[in-house]
């Protein structure tokens, strides 16, 4: 053997496991995803869509003519229905992208074994997870979309500052999406499922959507500001009230830091899973 030869083969150990870990071809599991979904489970989707604007017109429209004007944590004067649109606009993108990432991927997990089938291809696991993951993200980013349009028409926007916030829900649904995928790939049970729910809940009714973290004593305070819908919420309400200010690049750093660990985890979690 020639010492070309030798350093040909030195370096095939080297480029498998890169090959094994990602072929550049995410967008097929996101198509194959949004097929599905567009044949399936439109109307899922549909009401994912209304739920929000229920909430907005229920609370912010109904119960705002009680309330009259919030005051903000920054002291800016609002309408109550400006104050919890955009928390609303945050909480659609959240719920569009964990469901889709969550439950649909234990489904497919778990029953319809539909990774393992993948992953006997040239797909590497990364490929799986971003293309899962990009889906999620489309489907958070309809419902952002469509919420930030209902905004519009009520004038609930304030600001032209309000246009960047379809980028900002965007993250906070790649946020959301990455992670939760990631956690999900360690649950074996429909009942260790019902823990994401459990999460949830609190973490909608707590992250300043309904009103300001100012009523909180200080150490619930600390807690709620770690929590990533207060981030998400924080960011997009500045954005749309025209309350913007450079600490919001530290939720944009938050999302990118949570994005990174959720692909970390989700692409190890699916090679030990389906390839080791």
Do not use: C
């Amino acid at each position: 053997m020639t010492s070309t030869d030798s350093d040909l083969v030195a370096t095939v150990p080297r480029l498998r496991p890169m090959r094994s870990l990602y072929a550049g071809n995410a967008s097929s599991v996101m198509q194959r995803g949004w097929f599905a979904t567009r044949s399936t489970n439109w109307l899922v989707i549909v009401s994912g869509f209304f739920e929000p604007i229920f909430y907005l017109l229920s609370l912010g429209i109904g119960l705002g003519k009680l309330v009259g004007d919030v005051t903000t944590s920054s002291g800016q004067s609002i309408p109550y229905a400006a104050f919890i649109a955009p928390a609303l606009l945050a909480t659609a993108a959240m719920n569009g992208a964990v469901y889709d990432s969550t439950w649909n991927v234990f489904f497919k997990m778990h029953f319809a074994k539909l990774y393992e089938g993948m992953l006997s291809t040239s797909l590497g696991p990364l490929d799986v997870a971003l293309g899962e993951i990009l889906l999620a993200l489309l489907r958070g980013a309809l419902y952002a979309v469509g919420f930030m349009l209902v905004m519009q028409v009520l004038g609930l926007n304030l600001s032209w500052w309000a246009i960047l916030a379809l980028p900002a829900v965007l993250l906070i649904a790649f946020g959301f999406a990455s992670f939760g995928m990631g956690i999900t790939s360690y649950m074996k049970t429909f009942q260790q499922m019902d823990w994401i729910n459990f999460v949830m809940l609190p973490m909608f009714l707590l992250s300043a959507t309904f009103y300001p973290i100012t009523v909180y004593p200080d150490w619930i305070q600390v807690i709620i500001r770690a929590m990533p819908l207060w981030q998400g919420v924080d960011l997009v309400r500045g954005l749309t009230t025209g309350d913007v200010h450079p600490a919001m690049l530290l939720h944009v750093l938050y999302f990118a830091v949570m994005i990174a660990i959720g692909l970390v985890i989700t692409t190890r979690r699916l090679r030990a899973l389906f390839l080791d």
